[in-house]
């Protein structure tokens, strides 16, 4: 149980286009999910908590306007880059919590800005 | 928030080799968790341990909650073991804050 997909692993776009990103938990409800960036040879770094209902909570340093969150039920958050620069190339991962099983992470996106 | 240091940074192993990563943090946690990130950058959760041992098959894990800190124990290691450990914490803002992991390598 508590199983997290992300979507998609790897993505390839052009400077000044939009992504999104898809995290879905597929075997229980997550009312509130949590979007970590991670930078080559380095450990995740919280972006944003996300809450179901709600507007996300941005950590400081993290532009909402350029990283958009949504979790529009309590099975999927989405992560829109907008504007996409190559700074924002970097490996984006999000989670989920279950009283269970703890936190469960989805695999991960690889996001490359070219 | 609460700070989380894990050592060593870097171990380098040969197989069949053991080997203990420890995760000291500065806070009382109510949860913490041991992941690998595996060379593909996918985050595999090893252990769900804020308190007590468990163990999955090579793998071990102790945390000692009163005096902050958890060890994760490899034993026979293999190549497959190679990647990041990481150890995240979350106290009462139910958070979890990540160390710096250990980058481990294991050589046949």
């Known amino acids: 149980g508590a199983v997290v997909s992300q979507h998609p692993s790897r993505v390839i776009c052009k400077s000044g286009t939009s992504v999104k990103i898809e995290c879905r938990s597929l075997d229980f409800q997550a009312t509130t999910m949590f979007w970590y960036r991670q930078f080559p040879k380095q450990s995740l770094m919280l972006m944003a908590t996300s809450n179901e209902g709600s507007k996300a909570t941005y950590e400081q340093g993290v532009e909402k306007d350029k990283f958009l969150i949504n979790h529009a039920s309590l099975t999927l958050s989405t992560l829109t880059v907008t504007s996409a620069h190559p700074e924002d190339s970097s490996f984006y991962i999000c989670?989920?919590?279950?009283?269970?099983?703890?936190?469960?992470f989805g695999s991960g996106t690889r996001l490359t800005v070219v | 928030g609460i700070q989380v240091e894990q050592s060593p940074p870097d171990l380098i192993l040969q197989e069949g080799a053991n080997s203990t990563l420890r995760c000291n943090f500065s806070d009382s946690v109510n949860n913490l968790q041991w992941f690998h990130q595996n060379p593909w950058g996918q985050l595999i959760n090893l252990f769900y341990i804020p308190s007590g041992t468990k163990q999955n098959g090579r793998l071990s894990a102790t945390t000692v909650a009163t005096e902050r800190y958890s060890l994760l124990y490899i034993s026979s290691s293999q190549t497959t073991d190679s990647g990041v450990y990481f150890c995240?914490?979350?106290?009462?803002?139910?958070?979890?804050?990540f160390g710096r992991g250990t980058s481990l390598i294991v050589h046949p």
């Open positions: 995240a914490v979350s106290g009462g803002s139910y958070i979890p804050t």
């Open positions: 989670s989920a919590s279950n009283s269970a099983y703890g936190y469960t």
